[in-house]
Antibody, heavy 127, light 108 residues
Framework: QVQLVQSGAEVKKPGASVKVSCKAS????????MHWVRQAPGQRLEWMGW????????KYSQKFQGRVTITRDTSASTAYLELSGLRSEDTAVYYC????????????????????WGQGTMVTVSS | EIVMTQSPATLSVSPGERATLSCRAS??????LAWYQQKPGQAPRLLIY???TRATGIPARFSGSGSGTDFTLTISSLQSEDFAVYYC??????????FGGGTKVEIK
């Protein structure tokens, strides 16, 4: 079945970096975009960025520009989120989410709704 | 950035009753709106996309309506498994994609 399986919980010190993985299975990885969304305790969902695994196109939220990098390994059907310069406010659950995309002649040109989500990865930033 | 505002923040409903949740966008998003359900300790689940289309496997008691800036999610007869937090999201004007603050549906 279609699923996204994320890496395990992380505890990091302020100033460090974290890299979270999201392994896709049950579908063709390059045919769908992948987003990263985080949720701090008791807070709303916050979009961080996306990648189109087919052409490596990425977009990021201005809020995280310069600190976030989203990559993919198509041979492993895995997307990655790396966040640097961690601070206590980055403590959150981080989710990957699949997106079939808005298509033009079969090419993803923009986002659509997120139809499959990973289970989430808790990242705790504490000294 | 489009701001999504949901109301009410908390909705107390008895099982079997109807629940009506609202979502407003700060500017027109046509029908580029999704609704998600999130239960404690779980990832969000897609319920509705394109404002009114149910996602695969979603029961018919969930319905969405609206266009432009004002949207509604209706749960026609609440079941015990429907008590959760519901988020709306716009996906036309980006980056960033934005979510509402959520409506918690609790048992009355």
């Amino acid at each position: 079945q279609v699923q996204l399986v994320q890496s395990g919980a992380e505890v990091k010190k302020p100033g460090a970096s974290v890299k979270v993985s999201c392994k896709a299975s049950g579908y063709t990885f390059t045919n769908y975009a992948m987003h990263w969304v985080r949720q701090a305790p008791g807070q709303r969902l916050e979009w961080m960025g996306w990648i189109n695994p087919g052409n490596y196109n990425t977009k990021y939220s201005q809020k995280f520009q310069g600190r976030v990098t989203i990559t993919r390994d198509t041979s492993a059907s895995t997307a990655y989120l790396e966040l640097s310069g961690l601070r206590s406010e980055d403590t959150a659950v981080y989710y990957c989410a699949r997106d079939p995309g808005t298509l033009l002649r079969g090419v993803i040109i923009g986002p659509d709704a997120f139809d499959i989500w990973g289970q989430g990865t808790m990242v705790t930033v504490s000294s | 950035e489009i701001v999504m505002t949901q109301s009410p923040a908390t909705l107390s409903v008895s099982p079997g009753e109807r629940a009506t949740l609202s979502c407003r966008a700060s500017q027109s998003i046509s029908n580029n709106l999704a609704w998600y359900q999130q239960k404690p300790g779980q990832a969000p689940r897609l319920l509705i996309y394109a404002a009114s289309t149910r996602a695969t496997g979603i029961p018919a008691r969930f319905s969405g309506s609206g266009s432009g800036t004002d949207f509604t999610l209706t749960i026609s007869s609440l079941q015990s498994e429907d008590f959760a937090v519901y988020y709306c999201q716009q996906y036309i004007n980006w980056p960033p994609l934005t979510f509402g603050g959520g409506t918690k549906v609790e048992i009355k």
